[in-house]
């Protein structure tokens, strides 16, 4: 746009007989006299006292002018100040038109008045109806006027039907009325079968504040909890029941009763021998003060045991009884698994008797259910990458246990590599190597001639069967099988399908 701008200026200066070269600067100039200027006629009156077109002469400079003035764009120069003195001077003229609305009209009032000219209006065409049948019952209406008849008994109707739901809903008793006049002969079938309509009407309304007073009042009587949760033992105990003894015999028959003192088993001490009696079922059990002197000797431990002998729940729960975490010290306990550091977290927690989150945690990405009072603390293995980061030679640690380490991740190998740093830096931290099915030789050399500890037998036997010819279909045939184990087998098996 401004390109075009100065080819027109430069022609049309041409055309007046500019008689000196015309350069950019000339140009420019010219322009921004235009911008500067409030009317065509000060930059006439520019031109001639500067002798920028001597040439010319003044209708030709005042046309020029007028051109270049309206071709020329220019910023709205508005006051600042004049602009907001007219927004406000708009705003209270706008203010001026509003009127405040008197004290006693609140919604109660209007309410009642509305009702009133409601009553008043249909009292009034129910008159008017009246005497026009009076005066019109011979005549024959026409049909504008049959019209506004029909509409009028529609307002009549509705508003007697206002009337009577209203002396329904009355907090007063009513006597009722007969509906069947029997000296008149004449039945009202309206009322008659009104009685079989009356619990379809509309509930008298609530008023907003006594609705929020009601849905207080129900929140604050919730019970929070889990349906499903299994009722206690304990019953209510009411003032009419008769209490009995149970050695109700009289002492001159001489029958000596027998009166059973033991008293019933709880259902919290009958869970905890049951675990108890679980741990003393998996294969660690006859070894841990064999295990507990082994740590205690060595400061690096390789632990080989098979699937399902305790060696991720029970070992870390032997230290801890031992003494490892009396200073305030915390015990850490790789997993490989998000799923298996949560699960092996809740099941200690379980056996402890403690709340998972408080002695016992685990600690995943995304996800750290631990506290101040955490000793037992399961985690991923990028978890202990980062608590790397944060505490190199993990001085809050007193026994580190890497877990499932046959597997070998890029994260354990890792590991591997930074806790032999941090257990020759650190004689007092305990590291402990565990696995299933690890070659212990080339570990036991890794870690400077670790001594290796194995724990023989199984919880459970397991027997291995292969498929003598490929399957098409491996979802079928897995299905198939399980059922045929679980009809065939005579005890109660659990299995696990991979």
């Known amino acids: 746009m401004a390109s075009?701008?100065?080819?027109?200026?430069?022609?049309?200066?041409r055309s007046l007989g500019y008689n000196s070269t015309t350069t950019e600067l000339d140009i420019a100039h010219i322009i921004s006299a235009s911008k500067r200027c409030s009317s065509p006629e000060d930059l006439a009156n520019q031109f001639v006292d500067t002798g920028m077109l001597p040439s010319c002469d003044e209708t030709s400079v005042s046309q020029f002018a007028h051109e270049i003035f309206a071709r020329v764009e220019r910023k709205n120069r508005t006051n600042v100040y004049v602009q907001r003195e007219r927004?406000?001077?708009?705003?209270?003229?706008?203010q001026k038109t509003y009127t405040l609305l008197e004290a006693d009209e609140d919604d109660?009032?209007?309410?009642?008045?509305?009702?009133?000219?409601?009553?008043?209006?249909g009292a009034e065409?129910?008159?008017?109806?009246?005497?026009?049948?009076?005066?019109?019952?011979?005549?024959?209406?026409?049909e504008s006027e049959q019209r506004e008849l029909r509409y009028k008994k529609e307002i009549v109707d509705l508003v007697s039907k206002k009337q009577w739901s209203e002396e329904e809903a009355a907090d007063v008793y009513r006597i009722p009325e007969e509906y069947d006049n029997f000296e008149g002969g004449n039945v009202n079938q309206k009322k008659r079968f009104s009685v079989t309509t009356q619990r379809y009407r509309d509930e008298r309304e609530i008023h907003p504040q006594q609705a929020w007073e009601q849905n207080q009042l129900h929140k604050a009587t919730l019970h929070f909890g889990s349906k499903d949760r299994k009722p206690t033992d304990y019953q209510f105990v009411f003032e009419d029941q008769i209490d009995f003894l149970k050695a109700a015999v009289m002492d001159t028959d001489g029958v000596s009763v027998n009166v059973d003192k033991q008293q019933p088993t709880s259902e919290s001490s009958v869970k905890k021998s049951k675990l108890n009696e679980d741990r003393k079922d998996l294969p660690i059990y006859p070894y841990k003060d064999a295990l507990l002197q082994a740590v205690q000797d060595h400061q690096v431990l390789i632990i080989v045991g098979e699937t399902g002998s305790g060696k991720t729940t029970q070992i870390?729960?032997?230290?801890?009884?031992?003494?490892?975490?009396?200073?305030?010290?915390?015990?850490?306990?790789?997993?490989p698994r998000r799923v298996a550091a949560m699960r092996v977290a809740a099941r200690v927690s379980h056996e402890m008797r403690v709340k998972l989150g408080h002695q016992v945690g685990y600690s995943i990405r995304f996800e750290d259910c631990t506290s101040e009072k955490t000793v037992l603390k399961y985690m991923t293995d990028g978890m202990l990458l980062r608590e790397f980061l944060r505490e190199p030679d993990l001085a809050s640690y007193s026994v580190i246990m890497v877990d499932e380490a046959h597997e070998r991740t890029l994260s354990t190998d890792i590991l591997f590599g930074l806790v032999k740093d941090v257990a020759r830096a650190r004689p007092d931290l305990k590291l402990l190597i565990s696995?299933?099915?690890?070659?212990?030789?080339?570990?036991?050399?890794?870690?400077?001639c670790a001594p290796i500890f194995k724990i023989p037998g199984r919880r459970f036997p397991i027997d291995i069967h292969h498929t003598k010819a490929p399957i098409a279909d491996y979802v079928d045939a897995a299905v198939v099988t399980a059922l045929q184990i679980h009809a065939t087998q005579p005890q109660v098996i659990f299995i696990a399908l991979f």
């Open 316 to 335: 870390p729960q032997y230290l801890h009884e031992a003494g490892y975490t009396k200073n305030g010290e915390k015990i850490g306990c790789t997993q």
């Open 108 to 121: 109660n009032n209007v309410q009642r008045r509305a009702a009133r000219v409601f009553e008043e209006t």
């Open 435 to 448: 696995s299933a099915t690890l070659d212990a030789e080339k570990f036991s050399d890794y870690f400077d």
């Open 125 to 142: 065409i129910k008159c008017d109806i009246e005497e026009e049948g009076h005066l019109f019952e011979v005549d024959k209406l026409t």
């Open 4 to 13: 075009v701008l100065k080819t027109w200026v430069g022609e049309k200066l």
């Open 87 to 94: 927004e406000a001077a708009l705003l209270a003229k706008k």
